[in-house]
């Protein structure tokens, strides 16, 4: 095999020396085209298979070879895209000649080209690269495309930016800020403990997800208040058995700062995710987390458990699922204690609060009676926003309403926490002002009177 390598090598030298002066620009420039023909469906099928990073590097070699090739251009506005990197991939789509694309090709611009203009406030010209694609489009397809719904967050978004809500948002600061993802902050009722989740060089054991997307795995910080200052300690690695070499994301600490909950998916153990709970110890230490309520089913189970919030007496935990029977993609349910550890069955939340599309998050106020959460249905402004839903004196919750701008934007706000007050609170989020990726923002909202709120939807 060695020498049949050799002697096709050395074939190829020396006709390509033969006919130098003729043919040698020809053979290379079906050289190139092969390759191009055949990075351009490796990447293709590393897209279609959510291997964004492998397939940004074949069109990339794509473009070194051709840097006029719109069909790698685009690909690559669409890798960026889905990497919910939307500066760069509007800077690829912006280069795609369109009447260069094939047929189907010009359809999926103008779709993708709208979902990028959205994502960078560009609201007009994406409304109108998104009925562009919708009128062109066979039924079908504007269903599989949610290009509908694309359309009403962005008559949503603006609406809600011309009509602002009274807050003042900061980044939190480098005590706990990085160039690195920060992202769901919870805090105790007395507000002088939060944990987070970052994905920092100093991880448990240093790793990198190489299998998705390249960053550190995620590991659980805190920071605590300081009372002879005020300010908040430098964020560290919490202590204990709760940080991993994999992934550790925490969802929320209790009220009282005894238990954290934490997301764990676990090979052959969780099947596709479960909700875990970890106990400090007397000497301050997390304990190493066992499945909540192992004991019953209700809670984790065989489908995707993601999020958890647990009110301050313990009696009630909120938490999301995609199991079956939900409204939509996945849904919050509540489930009642009985006893000192046994748990009922599982309710979900209904139709005013779960959208039929995606709820991620959920987060309980201490007192039981405000809760907010994550969805990407139709009042979002793009992505997911932070929606939140009052209890009256009845017991029912109130309609899902979207918090509003500036708190949501067009990219995504997922993570949310509010002090017992109701007077500040910290999402993690990709705001102007953050230190390279996904930062904690404090929100200074006491002039929404959330908890006003409680007491305005019992006269109604």
């Avoid at 970052?198 to 960053?215: A, C, E, I, L």
Wanted: hydrophobic share 30%.
């Amino acid at each position: 095999m060695g020498y049949l390598k050799y002697y096709c090598v050395m074939l190829i030298v020396f006709c390509g020396s033969v006919n130098y002066g003729q043919d040698r620009d020809t053979t290379l420039n079906i050289i190139e085209k092969g390759m191009i023909k055949y990075r351009l469906e490796d990447g293709k099928n590393k897209l279609f298979t959510y291997d964004y990073f492998g397939a940004l590097q074949a069109f990339r070699e794509v473009l070194q070879a051709d840097p006029d090739n719109v069909l790698a251009s685009f690909r690559i506005a669409e890798c960026y895209y889905e990497l919910k990197r939307f500066d760069l991939s509007m800077k690829y789509i912006d280069q795609v000649n369109k009447g260069k694309l094939k047929r189907k090709q010009r359809k999926d611009y103008s779709l993708l080209k709208g979902k990028i203009y959205h994502r960078n406030k560009r609201l007009d010209e994406a409304m109108v690269h998104l009925e562009e694609y919708k009128n062109s489009a066979k039924k079908k397809e504007v269903l599989d495309s949610e290009v509908d719904r694309y359309i009403t967050q962005c008559k949503y978004a603006e609406v809600a930016m011309k009509d602002s809500i009274p807050v003042q948002i900061r980044n939190f600061g480098d005590h706990v800020n990085t160039v690195n993802p920060e992202y769901a902050p919870s805090i105790t009722a007395d507000g002088k403990t939060m944990i987070f989740t970052s994905r920092r060089p100093d991880t448990k054991g240093g790793g990198v997800d190489r299998q998705f997307d390249h960053k550190y795995f995620e590991d659980i910080y805190i920071t605590t208040l300081d009372d002879s200052d005020g300010k908040w300690t430098k964020s560290k690695g919490i202590p204990g058995s709760l940080n991993t070499e994999f992934h550790d994301a925490c969802l929320n600490i209790s009220a009282d700062g005894e238990r954290i909950y934490i997301y764990r998916n676990i090979l052959n153990v969780t099947r596709t995710g479960d909700i875990y709970v970890s106990k400090k110890s007397k000497s301050g230490k997390w304990g190493t987390p066992k499945p909540a309520a192992d004991n019953n089913k209700e809670i984790n189970s065989t489908y995707f458990e993601s999020s958890a919030s647990v009110t301050a007496d313990g009696k009630v935990m909120y938490f999301v699922s995609d199991r079956p029977g939900g409204n939509g993609l996945a849904d919050i349910y509540y489930i009642k204690k009985k006893g000192k550890s046994e748990w009922g069955e599982a309710v979900n939340m209904g139709p005013a609060i779960n959208s039929k599309f995606d709820e991620k998050f959920v987060y309980v106020h201490p007192d039981g009676n405000l809760l907010f959460f994550s969805s990407d249905g139709n009042t979002s402004m793009g992505g997911y926003d932070i929606f939140y839903c009052v209890k009256g004196s009845d017991g029912k919750w109130s309609p899902a309403k979207n918090l509003g701008y500036p708190i949501n934007t067009v990219l995504d706000e997922k993570t949310f926490t509010i002090t017992a007050d109701g007077k500040t609170a910290y999402i993690g989020a990709y705001y102007d002002g953050s230190l390279g990726d996904a930062d904690i923002f404090e929100i200074d909202c006491s002039k929404l009177n959330l908890l006003g709120s409680e007491k305005s939807e019992e006269k109604k």
